[in-house]
Structures are given as structure tokens and as C-alpha cells.
């Protein structure tokens, strides 16, 4: 699992590891480097979960913009007397700006719903331009610092990295809207959680959707739990019955093919050829 950290030490006291498996896309917990060293495959679980992630991610979006969690709440505490027309105001998608960083496979799948469903403008930044994206979606490539300025709603859909780790601190934040909205539904390690917080409780942005954190889960006395305007899931993007049993064949396959010593289905370290381990 994606919680479980496969280092060094788990590959010292493994000396007949053959293969390592991850149910999941991402693979952060892995010491990649350190597995092809020591001739283990590894294997992850690409593509099966593009659609269900992008469905997640836009309704953590549409729930973070119109409150939906406070709404709910309310409506169940007791105190929902009568229709307030300053209650619970939120923001509209319609026409709006979104600006994804990291235009991959989901994140293209996320802009294509909000381009087509509420003609939105796309926004992107990334490493390389993505001409199919822009030809289908109208999708501008720009830097980040305009992205971050101009969007009405941010995505992160980038993945972990030194160059992406922290890379939504309190300048980024000051530098969005601050009736901006965030959302995270790519890895917890891009985000300064405790900026994101500092920058929900001063107002400079409107609200946010995590569906990842660092640490994952948190502990129970993390502040990240009572954040204004925060709309928090577990981690449940792939969560749907039909991705979930797509990663779980990927992965057993994984497995299957490194002990038979054939070529991983779907392999992080294609490099690895062969069964040998090295101390």
C-alpha cells in the first residue's frame, strides 16, 4: 500500500525480495533507486484510476466552492430554522478560470469535465507543453506564478518530487485569489500544510479540498481537522469498485510475473532484467 514506506532496511532484511507491488499509481514509498541496486522489480498500477481520480477531484472542488460539508452539518445541528439569503454563499463554477498544475492524464481528465461541463477556461502549467490538451481544451500553458494569480481554482496534479515538494506554501497562497479555491488530490508532500491552514484561517483564499495530507493519515490532534473552509477525504479517489478491483489484478499480476522472472505489466523499473539480488 502507498502508506507503507519500502526502504533500504525493508531490502536489507528481504534478501530474497524479487519483487515489490504497489496498489497504487504513485510510488514515493518506494526507494525506487535503491530496489533497481539491488535487482528487485517494481510494479505500480498506471492509468486504471484516471477517471475515477478526476471525478473525485471535481467533487471535492464543487464541495469546497459551495460549502457543501458546512451545509450538511448545518442542515443536521438543529439550527436550520428558516432560508437565509446570506447563509452558506459560496462560489460559482460557470465561466470561471482553472488552473491544474501538472497536466497528465488526470489532470487532463479534470479539465476536460470542467471545461465541457461548466466552460471553464484551462490554465496549465507544466514541464513540457501539451499540444493535444490545448488543441481539444483551449488550454494555455503559462507559468506559475500567472496560474496562481489569475485562476479561480487551483488544482494540484503534480507529482512528488524535490522540485514539487512544498511547492504550495504561504507565498503561493498569497499570490492566489482570495476568493480562490485549492484542491489536492495528487500527493500530501506538495502542499505546507501548516501555510494552507495559516492561509484558510487569514482568509487568503476562500477554501480548499484535500484528499491527501503529509503525514498520511494525520494524527488525531492535527490542526489540518479543524481548518476553516477545509474539505477533507481519506484518500479515496481510486475509490470506486471498478478501479479498485482494476489496481488489485494490476498488482497481483505484478507479483505474478517477478516471481515468474518475466517482464512486470507494469513496471517502475523496467531496467531490472533479472532475478539476481546484490548485497
Known amino acids: 500500500m502507498l502508506t507503507e514506506r519500502i526502504d533500504g532496511e525493508v531490502f536489507e532484511r528481504a534478501p530474497q525480495l524479487l519483487v515489490v507491488s504497489n496498489m497504487a499509481v504513485g510510488h514515493n514509498n518506494i526507494d525506487v533507486a535503491e530496489a533497481t541496486r539491488r535487482g528487485v522489480r517494481v510494479g505500480n498500477t498506471p492509468g486504471v484510476l484516471t477517471e475515477a481520480t478526476a471525478d473525485l477531484t471535481v467533487a471535492l472542488l464543487l464541495a469546497a466552492a459551495r460549502r457543501l460539508v458546512d451545509g450538511c452539518r448545518f442542515a443536521s445541528s438543529g439550527d436550520w430554522k428558516t432560508w437565509d439569503p446570506l447563509g ?12 491544474i498544475v501538472g497536466l497528465g492524464r488526470i489532470g487532463a ?11 471553464m477556461r484551462v490554465l496549465y502549467a507544466s514541464r513540457s507543453p501539451k499540444p493535444a490538451a490545448e488543441l481539444e481544451l483551449g488550454a494555455t500553458r503559462v507559468e506559475l506564478d500567472r496560474l496562481l ?51 484558510l484561517e487569514a482568509g487568503d483564499i476562500f477554501a480548499a479540498g484535500l484528499d491527501v495530507t503529509d503525514p498520511e493519515p494525520p494524527p488525531p490532534d ?11 477525504t ?5 475509490a470506486t469498485f471498478e478501479a479498485r478491483s482494476r489496481m488489485a489484478e494490476m498488482a497481483a499480476k505484478n507479483v505474478v510475473a517477478g516471481l515468474a522472472g518475466v517482464p512486470l505489466p507494469h513496471a517502475v523499473n523496467p531496467e531490472v532484467e ?4 546484490k548485497g
Open 222 to 232: 492535527d490542526p489540518i481537522y479543524s481548518a476553516p473552509n477545509l474539505v477533507l
Open 88 to 99: 452558506h454563499l459560496g462560489q460559482e463554477l460557470h465561466e470561471r478560470t482553472v488552473g
Open 109 to 119: 481528465a479534470v479539465a476536460r469535465r470542467l471545461r465541457f461541463g461548466w466552460n
Open 274 to 277: 533479472t532475478r539476481t539480488r
Open 149 to 199: 494569480t489569475e485562476s479561480d481554482f487551483v488544482v494540484a496534479m503534480t507529482d512528488l518530487n524535490p522540485s514539487t515538494a512544498g511547492m504550495f506554501d504561504a507565498g503561493a497562497f498569497r499570490r492566489m485569489k482570495r476568493t480562490a479555491v485549492f484542491i489536492n488530490a495528487s500527493r500530501g508532500g506538495v502542499v505546507n500544510q501548516a501555510d494552507l491552514i495559516a492561509a
Open 234 to 238: 481519506p484518500h479515496i479517489a481510486s
